[in-house]
């Protein structure tokens, strides 16, 4: 029963290029959520999904940074014209119903992103 | 918006100690999740307490909630040198609708044997 997957697990890219991130969730999770974590901080709220709907990008900055988790295939956070501040962990995670339903989340190991 | 609190930020003990840490939040909660993180992985669920909980325990850890002080502790008995990690509390509020869950900056834990 294959947890949470999300690759790369380390990205790298110049300024100004594409980030693409993406995220399997659990078998039979459809709410993900997209977390970004800076060195020695907590997980700072993105974006929560559930299959072709965005419920919450109260957490995403308005520019540059969109998300999306289509009725086939991944959950893929996409991040344009990348800066240096754009390095950090992100994280997804899943769960089989609403994240107010009284259970855990599940989290991938991450992807790193280093902006050259 | 809320946010827990985790204290001490970093804890160092000998193997067979107990370690305990705590968190405070702010506002009104649904339940209060711990969590562990191993360094350069993912976050693992470790427990779950609700608003409506006073205590809870898993194995080797205890969990406390106490709502009118806006506070929880997670105690781990009999520490291992397995159980060194970044431990984090999490929030998840019903009265944020749409609201992921919450975290603190975490209470990093060092067991040395």
């Known amino acids: 029963n294959a947890g949470v997957m999300q690759n790369p697990r380390h990205l790298v890219r110049r300024r100004g290029q594409e980030a693409r991130l993406r995220c399997s969730p659990m078998?039979?999770?459809?709410?993900v959520y997209w977390y970004r974590q800076l060195p020695e901080e907590g997980l700072k709220f993105m974006v929560y999904?559930?299959?072709?709907?965005?419920?919450?990008e109260s957490g995403m900055p308005k520019e540059r940074f969109s998300a999306e988790f289509p009725k086939e295939g991944p959950s893929i956070l996409r991040i344009q014209q990348v800066v240096r501040g754009d390095s950090a962990a992100y994280f997804c995670?899943?769960?089989?119903?609403?994240?107010?339903?009284?259970?855990?989340?599940?989290f991938g190991d991450g992807t790193r992103l280093s902006i050259l | 918006s809320q946010q827990g609190e985790e204290d001490p930020q970093a804890l160092s003990i000998q193997e067979g100690e107990n370690a305990t840490m705590n968190c405070s939040y702010k506002t009104s909660i649904n339940n209060l999740q711990w969590y562990r993180q191993n360094s350069g992985r993912g976050l693992v669920h470790l427990i779950l307490?609700?608003?409506?909980?006073r205590e809870k325990h898993s194995g080797r850890l205890r969990v406390t909630l106490d709502t009118s002080k806006k506070s929880s502790s997670l105690l781990i008995t009999a520490s291992r040198a397995a159980d060194t990690a970044s431990y984090f509390c999490?929030?998840?509020?019903?009265?944020?609708?749409?609201?992921?869950?919450?975290f603190g900056k975490g209470t990093t834990l060092s067991v040395s044997s």
């Open positions: 307490i609700r608003s409506n909980e």
């Open positions: 078998k039979g999770h459809s709410h």
């Open positions: 999904l559930q299959k072709e709907n965005i419920i919450d």
């Open positions: 999490a929030t998840d509020s019903y009265n944020q609708a749409g609201t992921a869950l919450i």
């Open positions: 995670a899943s769960s089989p119903r609403p994240h107010n339903s009284n259970q855990p989340q599940h």
